[in-house]
């Protein structure tokens, strides 16, 4: 299995809502990413999770909450969102962090609409 | 911090031309180079990469080259078909596993 999986693909959401979107992985991979990517602009690096410790966090408001229950899954839970947080979120893994060297394979992403 | 400036952002090409698309960073630690294809509505998928140590890849009509002291990359695909049209994105690894990704072009080739 070559694929990284995101659920859900759509979601519309109010800004009193409360909702998660997952990220399933089964590469063996050890490193995890969330990104956020706003239209004709290039992926914006929020979190990144190293043998499923939180090694990177991008300054992400705390309305962005990033969890990583084991080596496959991640998650990235969602709360008191603004208008301006709708974009294409995607995750991502790769063999390793920190190491510089290694593909990151992308996730088809959930595209998220904040109402 | 790292920054990858890329040109140009938009590129029309006619079917069968060639097409180039130049990215240069900053940060003279960085030593792993992809590139980035993102169909619309699609995820980034990866066509193509290069290490610090190598000058030149090629991959089928992809082609990437690096040229270290003056820290810029290139991205050079031949004979374009229209199914090549996506935006590209090149990118940077610098400290702390960061992909640094530059603006992106989008290529349109034309039947």
């Known amino acids: 299995d070559t694929e990284v999986t995101q659920t859900p693909k759509h979601l519309v959401m109010g800004m009193t809502n409360k909702k998660s979107l997952k990220c399933e992985q089964h590469?063996?991979?050890?490193?995890m990413y969330w990104y956020k990517q706003k239209a004709k602009k290039p992926p914006e690096l929020m979190f990144v999770?190293?043998?499923?410790?939180?090694?990177i966090n991008e300054s992400v408001p705390s309305r962005f909450s990033p969890e990583c229950p084991n080596s496959s899954l991640l998650n990235l839970h969602l709360h008191a969102l603004q208008p301006e947080d709708s974009a294409l979120y995607l995750c991502?893994?790769?063999?390793?962090?920190?190491?510089?060297?290694?593909?990151?394979?992308f996730g088809p992403g959930t595209r998220l609409t904040v109402l | 911090g790292e920054n990858v400036e890329q040109h140009p952002s938009t590129l029309s090409v006619q079917e069968g031309d060639s097409a180039v698309i130049k990215c240069t960073y900053s940060?003279?630690?960085?030593?792993?180079f992809p590139w980035y294809k993102q169909e619309l509505g699609k995820r980034p998928q990866l066509i193509i990469d290069?290490?610090?140590?190598?000058g030149e890849k090629k991959d089928q009509r992809i082609a990437v080259t690096l040229n270290k002291t003056a820290k810029h990359f290139s991205l050079h695909i031949t004979e374009t078909q229209p199914e090549d049209s996506a935006v590209y994105f090149c990118?940077?690894?610098?400290?702390?596993?960061?992909?640094?990704f530059g603006e992106g072009t989008q290529l349109t080739v034309n039947p």
């Open positions: 290069i290490r610090s140590n190598v």
């Open positions: 990118a940077a690894y610098t400290s702390g596993s960061r992909l640094t």
């Open positions: 999770y190293s043998y499923e410790k939180l090694s």
């Open positions: 991502a893994s790769s063999q390793e962090a920190l190491a510089g060297r290694d593909e990151q394979f």
């Open positions: 940060d003279s630690a960085s030593n792993y």
């Open positions: 590469m063996g991979h050890r490193a």
